[in-house]
T-cell receptor, first 116, second 112 residues
């Protein structure tokens, strides 16, 4: 059973460019959350998608946007990249109904984004 | 903001028990305690969770104090592969605090 798959694993972009990161959730999961993890910090919540809508959002600017597709996969888009956007971007999937609400989230290995 | 307080770092000898503490003095009645760990260059991995009773699975044991204001994750026989950052999180299954919120965690180093 495949877990959460993220692509690409590494990416280098120039300041001002735009980037799209992709995530396929674990089989049976329909909710996708995105996190940003700067070096030496814990993951910070960006937003969560459910039923193709943004359900919750953390304290991130509008430059960060996302999308969820009918097959539950998701994309994270970041516009006008800043040097400070360099981080590990993590995708987590879950099924937040019934008994599964109590389960832990399943995380992918992340995409390492470097902005130069 | 994270609702938990953990030591920044700890170390443990291989084969010994690793006891990782966590304070969550403002935990609400419907919030569970979750533990994740993150091995270098990987995403966080779920370990265990509990409400008020002690819990055990194949990875670890979780001891929650009677007042639920603190807990301890126990790795009974630590190995070098247990070297990781361990995160303690409080989270409700629904409502305002159902999104896992991470602090900086405890960096556990297991040495030979």
């Amino acid at each position: 059973d495949a877990g959460v798959t993220q692509s690409p694993t590494h990416l280098i972009k120039t300041r001002g460019q735009q980037v799209t990161l992709r995530c396929s959730p674990k089989s049976g999961h329909d909710t996708v959350s995105w996190y940003q993890q700067a070096l030496g910090q814990g993951p910070q919540f960006i937003f969560q998608y459910y039923e193709e809508e943004e359900r919750q959002r953390g304290n991130f600017p509008d430059r960060f946007s996302g999308h969820q597709f009918p097959n539950y996969s998701s994309e994270l888009n970041v516009n006008a990249l800043l040097l400070g956007d360099s981080a590990l971007y993590l995708c987590a999937s879950s099924f937040d109904r019934g008994q599964a609400r109590y389960y832990g989230y399943t995380f992918g290995s992340g995409t390492r984004l470097t902005v130069v | 903001d994270a609702k938990t307080t953990q030591p920044t770092s700890m170390d443990c000898a291989e084969g010994r028990a690793a006891n990782l503490p966590c304070n969550h003095s403002t935990i609400s009645g419907n919030e569970y305690v979750y533990w994740y760990r993150q091995i270098h260059s990987q995403g966080p991995q779920y370990i265990i969770h509990g409400l008020k009773n002690n819990e055990t699975n194949e990875m670890a044991s979780l001891i929650i104090t009677e007042d639920r204001k603190s807990s301890t994750l126990i790795l009974p026989h630590a190995t070098l592969r247990d070297t990781a950052v361990y995160y303690c999180i409080v989270r409700a299954p629904s409502g305002g605090s159902y999104i896992p919120t991470f602090g900086r965690g405890t960096s556990l180093i297991v040495h030979p």
